[in-house]
């Protein structure tokens, strides 16, 4: 029988069942164990419009720190459910700035830790608010609750969060944020 498709039905005809001798389809040739699994999800949506006149003076090959990474803006906190899991952290940035600040940097940083854990720039070449994005991965360090801060500012110059230069980007509905989701590895 010819294979055939009725729209108005809904229907596909002259189909087969099988296709496959017995036994040539078992648990070893289906894929097993190739994905990880998300276990929890923690976000921080950051709205407000400020700014901060602390530069950001860690440079090429210079670890940031809290002392010259910019000013905290926001932080998200997740207590991981196991030390085999990972963590991808994901931290978007509507930000801008003025003067020679036309560089922007973010760092993440972990609870009281001095030494940024991973880093970004962007070069904005705009007078607009445009997006800098961090993406980092680490395995759970602990299952103790954990505080992951975000840091942002310019080299030299206001460096503005959600805000073109004073007021509001977007009316006030421009947002930033770190997402942390906590997954099993995949096997």
């Known amino acids: 029988m010819a294979l055939a498709l009725d729209g108005g039905a809904g229907t596909i005809t002259g189909l087969s069942v099988g296709g496959l001798p017995d036994g040539v389809v078992d648990a070893d040739t289906l894929a097993s164990g190739t994905g990880g699994k998300v276990v929890q999800i923690v976000r921080t949506d950051y709205k407000t419009a400020a700014s901060t006149t602390t530069a950001f003076t860690?440079?090429?090959?210079?670890?940031?720190?809290?002392?010259?990474?910019?000013?905290?803006?926001?932080?998200?906190?997740?207590?991981?459910?196991?030390?085999?899991?990972?963590?991808?952290?994901?931290?978007?940035?509507?930000?801008?700035g003025n003067g020679d600040g036309k560089q922007l940097y973010c760092a993440l940083f972990k609870d009281s830790d001095s030494n940024s854990i991973s880093s970004?720039?962007?070069?904005?070449?705009?007078?607009?608010?445009?997006?800098?994005?961090?993406?980092?991965?680490?395995?759970?360090?602990?299952?103790?609750?954990?505080?992951?801060?975000?840091?942002?500012?310019?080299?030299?110059?206001?460096?503005?969060?959600?805000?073109?230069?004073?007021?509001a980007f977007h009316g006030g509905v421009a947002s930033s944020g770190i997402t942390i989701i906590e997954y099993t590895p995949p096997s």
């Open 58 to 96: 860690a440079r090429l090959t210079t670890v940031p720190t809290t002392s010259n990474a910019g000013a905290e803006f926001f932080s998200a906190t997740i207590t991981p459910a196991s030390t085999d899991n990972e963590l991808l952290f994901h931290v978007n940035i509507t930000g801008m």
């Open 120 to 167: 970004s720039a962007a070069w904005i070449d705009s007078t607009d608010p445009q997006n800098m994005h961090l993406t980092h991965s680490m395995t759970v360090p602990s299952t103790s609750s954990q505080e992951y801060k975000v840091y942002c500012g310019c080299g030299n110059g206001n460096f503005y969060i959600n805000q073109r230069h004073t007021e």
